[in-house]
C-alpha cells in the first residue's frame, strides 16, 4: 500500500482514538476539558492541541487511564523496565494484543516465515501471571524466560533448534559469552531493547553465523517499528501515530497507540531520540522509514564546553576500543564526572590508554574513573536497556 493511502488510514484511527479517550477514559476527560469539546474533538487538527503526558502522568494517574469499559483484572499488564526507579504497569486489552500478533507476522513474513518454523521469544514475563509474551501465538512458539541461567536458556534453545529467535538485545549478547556457545543455528534473530550499533550486529552476525533484524518497541506502545529484509526501520503507522519534535538531541518521539483501547495512550512522551527519514525504502513498503534511534533524551551526555553526545556515539566509540559485545557502562554522575565500569580484569597498560581514550571522547575537563568488575553492582546490573546513562539534566 502507498503512503498516502497508508497516512489516510492512520489520520482515520488516530481521530477514532482520540474520540473515543475523551469519552471513554477519566484522565483526558479531566485534562482535555479545556482543551476541547464534543464539537471540537473531530477537528482533524486536533491533536495537535492535545498536551503531551509523560512517565509521571501515567504513575500518578494509574487508576484514572483504564477506559470505562474495560475490567482492570482482565486486562494483559507490561511493566515497563523502571530503569528510572519506578515501574509503569500498563494495561492492554485482548484485541490490541492480537493486533501486535498479526504485526509481527508481517515482520515475519516479509523474512519467508513459514508455519512449521519454529519461534523461541525470550521472555521477560515471570509465567506467574498472564504477560504479553505468553499471549503472543504462532503455530510453534517457545518461550525461555530471562531470568533463567544462560546455561539453562542454552540447553533449552538447543533442545528445541528454533529457525527463529527473538530477544531483547542484552540476552542475546550474554548468551554470545557464555561458557558453552550455543549450538543452533536460526534463520534470523530479531533483537530489541538496547541500541544496536552496526559493529555489535556485525559481531552477532559471526557468532550465530546469521542475521540480525532490530525491532523498535517499548512496554508503552508495544511495537513502533521494525527492520525489513533490507535492514530498514519501517514505522507502523498501522499501529502508532510517532509526532518527531526536533530539540537539540535530534527528533524526541511522541507516540499515539490507535490500537490499545484499554489504556490508550496519546500523546505519550517515550523520552526517545530518533531520527527520522524521508528515504523510500527498496523493499516497495509504504511505511515511512526511522534512520536511526539514538537512545533516551535523558541519557545524552552533556560536556562542560556544552557539547552533547548521544548514547549510541559514546557506544560505538567504546565499542571501537574494546571489542564488540563486550560488557560496559558508562554513568554520567555530574557534568565534570563520569565512571566507567568494564566488565572482566584488563592489564595496566590498556587501563591508561583507555583513561587516554576516554579524554579524547570527553575532553580534559572532565574527570573519567574506570572501575573493573567481573560483576557488575546490582544497580548497575539494572539498566538493563542502558548502556550510556547520564544524571546530568539537559535544558532543551
Ligand atoms: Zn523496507
Known amino acids: ?87 509503569l504497569k500498563i494495561f492492554y486489552d485482548i484485541p490490541s494484543i492480537e493486533y501486535f500478533n498479526a504485526e509481527l507476522l508481517r515482520d515475519f513474513l516479509d523474512k519467508g516465515y ?27 512458539g517457545y518461550f525461555i524466560p530471562e531470568f533463567w541461567s544462560d546455561e539453562v536458556k542454552i540447553k533449552k534453545i538447543e533442545n528445541i533448534n528454533p529457525q527463529i529467535v527473538v530477544g531483547d538485545l542484552s540476552t542475546i549478547i550474554n548468551i554470545c559469552f557464555s561458557n558453552h556457545e550455543p549450538e543452533v543455528k536460526p534463520r534470523f534473530i530479531t533483537v ?5 550499533t552496526e559493529s ?25 517499528a521494525w527492520e525489513c529484509k533490507e535492514k530498514n526501520m519501517h514505522y507502523n503507522i498501522d499501529i502508532a501515530y510517532l509526532e518527531f519534535l526536533k530539540n537539540k538531541l535530534g527528533y524526541n518521539v511522541i507516540a499515539t497507540n490507535f490500537i490499545n483501547r484499554a489504556m490508550p495512550l496519546i500523546r505519550y512522551d517515550l523520552g526517545d531520540i530518533v531520527i527520522p527519514s524521508d ?54 554522575k555530574t557534568k565534570y564526572n563520569i565512571v566507567l565500569y568494564l566488565k572482566n580484569c584488563l592489564d595496566e597498560p590498556f587501563l591508561q590508554i583507555m583513561e587516554n581514550k576516554m579524554k579524547k571522547l570527553f575532553g580534559n575537563f572532565v574527570n573519567v574513573k574506570i572501575i573493573l568488575k567481573n560483576k557488575f553492582p546490582k544497580n548497575i546490573k539494572m539498566m538493563k536497556y542502558r548502556t550510556v546513562t547520564s544524571k546530568v539534566k539537559i535544558n532543551l
Open 1 to 87: 500500500m502507498n503512503t498516502e493511502r497508508l497516512v489516510e488510514i492512520q489520520n482515520k484511527m488516530l481521530q477514532k482514538i482520540i474520540e473515543y479517550s475523551f469519552t471513554s477514559v477519566p484522565f483526558y476527560k479531566d485534562i482535555w476539558k479545556d482543551v476541547v469539546n464534543k464539537k471540537a474533538i473531530k477537528s482533524s487538527k486536533i491533536i495537535d492541541l492535545l498536551p503531551i503526558i509523560c512517565r509521571k502522568d501515567i504513575f500518578l494517574n494509574k487508576n484514572n487511564m483504564i477506559s470505562k469499559h474495560f475490567d482492570k483484572g482482565k486486562l494483559i499488564c507490561r511493566k515497563t523496565s523502571g530503569t528510572l526507579g519506578r515501574t
Open 279 to 332: 528515504d523510500i525504502c527498496s523493499c516497495g513498503r509504504g511505511l515511512p522509514l526511522i534512520k536511526s534511534i539514538e537512545g533516551r533524551a535523558n541519557d545524552f551526555i552533556v560536556l562542560p564546553n556544552g557539547k552533547i553526545l548521544s548514547p549510541k556515539k559514546v557506544q560505538r566509540y567504546l565499542e571501537s576500543l574494546i571489542g564488540s559485545g563486550k560488557e560496559f557502562r558508562i554513568v554520567q
Open 200 to 224: 555489535v550486529r556485525k559481531f552477532l552476525e559471526e557468532v550465530f553465523n546469521t542475521t540480525i533484524y532490530q525491532r523498535y518497541s517499548s512496554a508503552e506502545i508495544l511495537s513502533m
Open 114 to 140: 513459514r508455519t512449521w518454523e519454529k519461534i523461541v521469544f525470550f521472555s521477560p514475563d515471570k509465567f506467574k501471571k498472564k504477560g504479553i509474551f505468553e499471549v503472543i501465538e504462532f503455530t510453534r
Open 192 to 196: 530489541y531493547g538496547d541500541l544496536l
